[in-house]
């Protein structure tokens, strides 16, 4: 069965962004998918819960779209987590609305793929750095995907930001067709 995917873009400055512009452009208009640009809807960083509520409600899947910053997601993202999923809608007494959804992370770092090790400079593996979100997800009953993770994002050349881009594009398409 198809399932409708909201994909929750935070990158508080879209205007540099090489990777994630690409990979935005790359499922822009896809059918099944909402693509939601967090800090162009709320710039003051306030933001509608029951809007957002509303949405979560609307959709299957939920894709956290950012850059990896300080080894977690930008703030308006910590933001969006802190106050939509709220206690008796998230998770707690009566808190059941978002059981069964799945959870992507797609992310892009600066930090090559070598550096998310134990022996490595970022010393933790991206599973262990993401745990914040796995749990969280956990929490409100939700099943935690393999995060889709491009690595290295400062190396690549245009023909490789435009294969990522097609990759990401037939991931989100795989999660429209139920997979
Ligand atoms: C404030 C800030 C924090 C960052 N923290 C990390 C980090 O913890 N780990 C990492 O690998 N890259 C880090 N980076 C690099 C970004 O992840 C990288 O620039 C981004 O993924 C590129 O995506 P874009 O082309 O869409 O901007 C950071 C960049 C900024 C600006």
Redesign the pocket.
């Known amino acids: 069965m198809a399932s409708r995917v909201l994909i929750l873009f935070a990158?508080p400055?879209?205007h540099?962004?090489?990777?994630?512009?690409a990979?935005m452009e790359a499922v822009q208009g896809m059918e099944g998918v909402t693509f939601r640009d967090l800090y162009e809807e709320y710039p003051t960083l306030h933001v509608d819960v029951e809007t957002e509520q509303e949405l979560l409600l609307e959709h299957d899947v939920i894709v956290w779209q950012h850059?990896?910053?300080?080894?977690?997601a930008?703030a308006l993202l910590k933001e969006w987590q802190d106050v939509v999923l709220e206690y008796g809608f998230a998770y707690g007494e009566g808190g059941t609305r978002l059981v069964g959804k799945r959870v992507l992370s797609a992310?892009?770092?600066?930090?090559p793929e070598e550096?998310?090790q134990k022996t490595g400079y970022?010393r933790f593996t991206m599973r262990e750095l993401l745990a914040p979100f796995a749990q969280t997800s956990f929490l409100c009953g939700m099943e935690y995907l393999e995060p889709f993770i491009?690595?290295g994002?400062?190396g690549l050349t245009a023909e490789q930001v435009q294969e990522w881009a097609q990759r990401y594009r037939a991931r989100i398409a795989a999660l429209v067709a139920g997979d």
Do not use: C, Q
């Not at 992310?107 to 930090?111: H, I």
């Open positions: 990158h400055a879209l540099r962004s090489r990777i994630n512009a990979l850059p990896f910053y300080w080894y977690s930008p992310l892009t770092t600066g930090g550096a998310y970022n491009i690595h994002v400062r």
